[in-house]
Antibody, heavy 121, light 105 residues
Framework: EVQLVESGGGLVQPGGSLSLSCAAS????????MHWVRQAPGKGLEYVST????????YHANSVKGRFTVSRDNSKNTLYLQMGSLRAEDMALYYC??????????????WGQGTLVTVSS | EIVLTQSPGTLSLSPGERATLSCRAS???????VAWYQQKPGQAPRLLIY???SRATGIPDRFSGSGSGTDFTLTISRLEPEDFAVYYC??????FGQGTKVEIK
């Protein structure tokens, strides 16, 4: 059974840093691109970051570029998101999601339950 | 950056009715990259449709997707009580629409 379990969320002051983790199991983690998606309270979904299966290709949304860094450790089956210079607008539930693509279709087929990041003084 | 605009914002329907949700892209996107998700309160999103028209594993056939270029549609042929939720379209790995809430009339 595929499982994605996020951790590391919590309360942080504006300007502070936080590191999120996503522990994966039930599939060959090193074969899949992985994504971070966030959802502010009562709002819609927003892409944050993506990382290729081997960690070579990385994408960050403009809203977090220069402040967040995505990485992975395939030996530990774990995805990371290092967040810095946090702002009130970064407050959200952060999901990790597995990416699936073949020749005709792409989507996020498995999601964790999310970890909540609260930015407040 | 491509913007996805979903309409309507809210759809009020009764069980058994047909739901038609629209997603319009600000420029042409590959059908391969278009997906639809269902999200219920307190739950993570669930993949329904990818590649614009392929149902994900375990998704009932009352859900169907269509479209190409800039206009995509999610259709729920006959609403079941469990289908009342928020639906998002997605351009894979880049952006989501703002969501359509399907509520009980």
């Amino acid at each position: 059974e595929v499982q994605l379990v996020e951790s590391g969320g919590g309360l942080v002051q504006p300007g502070g840093s936080l590191s999120l983790s996503c522990a994966a199991s039930g599939f060959t983690f090193s074969s899949y691109e992985m994504h971070w998606v966030r959802q502010a309270p009562g709002k819609g979904l927003e892409y944050v970051s993506t990382i290729s299966h081997d960690g070579v290709n990385i994408y960050h949304a403009n809203s977090v570029k220069g402040r967040f860094t995505v990485s992975r450790d395939n030996s530990k089956n774990t995805l990371y998101l290092q967040m810095g210079s946090l702002r009130a607008e970064d407050m959200a539930l952060y999901y990790c999601a597995r990416a699936y693509c073949d020749s005709t279709r792409c989507g996020n087929d498995y999601w964790g339950q999310g970890t909540l990041v609260t930015v407040s003084s | 950056e491509i913007v996805l605009t979903q309409s309507p914002g809210t759809l009020s329907l009764s069980p058994g009715e047909r739901a038609t949700l629209s997603c319009r892209a600000s420029q042409s996107v590959s059908s391969r990259s278009v997906a639809w998700y269902q999200q219920k309160p307190g739950q993570a999103p669930r993949l329904l449709i990818y590649g614009a028209s392929s149902r994900a594993t375990g998704i009932p056939d009352r859900f169907s997707g269509s479209g190409s270029g800039t206009d995509f549609t999610l259709t729920i042929s006959r609403l079941e009580p469990e289908d009342f939720a928020v639906y998002y379209c997605q351009q894979y790995a880049r952006t989501f629409g703002q969501g359509t809430k399907v509520e009980i009339k």
